[in-house]
């Protein structure tokens, strides 16, 4: 079965602080992993995949496969970094649905 | 970008009445669009698949009779709450997957800004 785990509701940071949100997943086989942003008031948005191995917004996730986790970092958290932060999983067969975890409100604290 | 909308944004009925929520992806296509929702301060619950042309897939302990799905087209994927109840009161939210990968090649979902359902 496919499952994110996100262990940590909300995590609150100084402003300049690193941050590092937590996820990791289970599944069976090779899973996409992505980081979706929700800010205040907005859609749901893709921050990034670990595809694409980038960084957005001064935000890195590296996939561990032995450690089945996906963590997101950055190394100095900016006050508009304030938000709802979900990892998802889609499987790797055919047009699988995204599941996500349950989040992590990140406050970034000036 | 790729941007997907939902009509309407709110909206309040009174019970046992039925409520049709659109979807739509406007400037792609979209032969998928899944459906979710969300309670106040939780994560997003996968209710249904929608496939162009095709039957919706419902995940396990959602009512299909309840929930109806139509994707009539590849750019618009409805969600009609049928007889609705109080208890079906939540955000309802919508996300079409990009199947040509606008983004570099990438297959990449987008998500409407939700739908507010009250029912009184």
């Known amino acids: 079965a496919q499952r994110v785990t996100q262990p940590e509701k909300l995590l609150s940071v100084f402003k300049g602080a690193p941050v590092e949100l937590k996820c990791n997943y289970s599944?069976?086989?090779?899973?996409?992993l992505f980081w979706y942003v929700q800010y205040s008031r907005q859609r749901l948005q893709l921050l990034l995949r670990?595809?694409s191995r980038e960084s957005i917004k001064g935000f890195t996730a590296d996939l561990n496969k032995g450690e089945t986790s996906f963590h997101l970092k950055k190394p100095f958290a900016q006050e508009e970094d304030s938000a709802m932060y979900y990892c998802?999983?889609?499987?790797?067969?055919?047009?699988?649905?995204?599941?996500f975890g349950k989040g992590t409100r990140l406050s970034v604290i000036a | 970008g790729a941007v997907v909308s939902q009509h309407p944004s709110w909206v309040i009925c009174k019970s046992g009445t039925s409520v049709k929520i659109e979807c739509r992806s406007l400037?792609?296509?979209?032969?998928?669009m899944f459906w979710y929702r969300q309670f106040p301060k939780q994560s997003l619950m996968l209710m249904a698949t929608?496939?162009?042309?095709?039957?919706?897939?419902?995940e396990q302990g959602v009512e299909k009779d309840k929930f109806l799905i139509n994707h009539a087209s590849l750019t618009l994927s409805t969600l009609t709450v049928t007889s609705a109840h109080p208890e079906d009161s939540s955000f309802y939210i919508c996300?079409?997957?990009?199947?040509?990968?606008?983004?570099?090649?990438?297959?990449?979902?987008?998500f409407g800004p939700g739908t507010r359902l009250t029912v009184l």
């Open positions: 996300s079409a997957r990009d199947s040509l990968g606008l983004a570099g090649g990438l297959v990449t979902q987008y």
């Open positions: 599944y069976s086989g090779s899973p996409e």
């Open positions: 670990h595809i």
């Open positions: 998802a999983l889609k499987g790797n067969s055919g047009n699988t649905p995204l599941v």
């Open positions: 400037d792609f296509q979209a032969t998928t």
């Open positions: 929608s496939n162009e042309g095709s039957k919706a897939t419902y």
